[in-house]
């Protein structure tokens, strides 16, 4: 017959073990978004214990935001409530985006579409080059190429920073389009795609090339 002190210490242990696996999905999602597949364990770790990640994340006013089918989940600020009183202070910081970055991600989005709709490979991978060529007719004529490429390589270094293009290991220059894209720039943000390049012209008429480098 087990002792209570052997139940006791057993259900501590279990406890332990527990935690041992959500520190380092919880880790994870505070650093940024978590893909599938490039960290399958943790992502594994997190569909089991996702209960207990929601109501951990609840208490600092956040909410577990996940897609099984693309393979991604993160951490996006609750919506606040107005019967809950004061509003905690934001843990997930809005960013700025520049034009050109914004840009970028509405034409990323538009080409996975495209690709989605053609079918065939599940991964969409796009060179530097073919990035930069559908950013073109968007930008400042230049007869210095070297000079668009390295504009356009702050523009994709920043989308990589955001975890919407990651970088293919040892083929440089070479970047897959992440699907958590999809949750950022949603299909009514795509349907006003148009407006948005309109307007997008309208800032590069009023303010010049030199203000397209900026990320």
Do not use: C
């Amino acid at each position: 017959m087990m002792s209570e002190t052997d139940h006791s210490s057993r259900e501590q242990d279990g406890y332990g073990r527990t935690d041992a696996r959500l520190s380092p999905v919880l880790i994870a999602l505070f650093r940024g978004v978590l893909h599938a597949d490039a960290a399958p364990r943790i992502w594994q770790e997190m569909l089991e214990l996702q209960g207990r990640v929601r109501d951990y994340v609840a208490v600092l006013g956040l909410e577990l935001i996940l897609d099984e089918a693309e393979g991604y989940g993160y951490l996006r600020q609750r919506p606040q409530d107005p019967d809950e009183g004061d509003e905690l202070p934001r843990l997930v910081a809005r960013r700025q985006l520049s034009y050109p970055v914004s840009l970028l991600l509405a034409l990323l989005r538009k080409k996975l579409a495209e690709h989605d709709a053609a079918g065939g490979d599940a991964r969409l991978v796009l060179t530097r080059e073919e990035i930069a060529e559908q950013m073109r007719v968007f930008l400042p004529d230049t007869a210095n190429e070297a000079k668009l490429l390295d504009r356009m390589e702050a523009h994709i270094n920043k989308v990589v920073e955001l975890g919407m293009l990651r970088r293919m290991r040892g083929q440089e220059h070479r970047y897959e389009v992440r699907r958590i894209l999809k949750a950022f720039v949603d299909a009514q943000w795509l349907g006003d795609f148009d407006e948005r390049l309109r307007s997008y012209h309208a800032y590069i008429e009023g303010n010049g090339p030199d203000d397209t480098g900026g990320a």
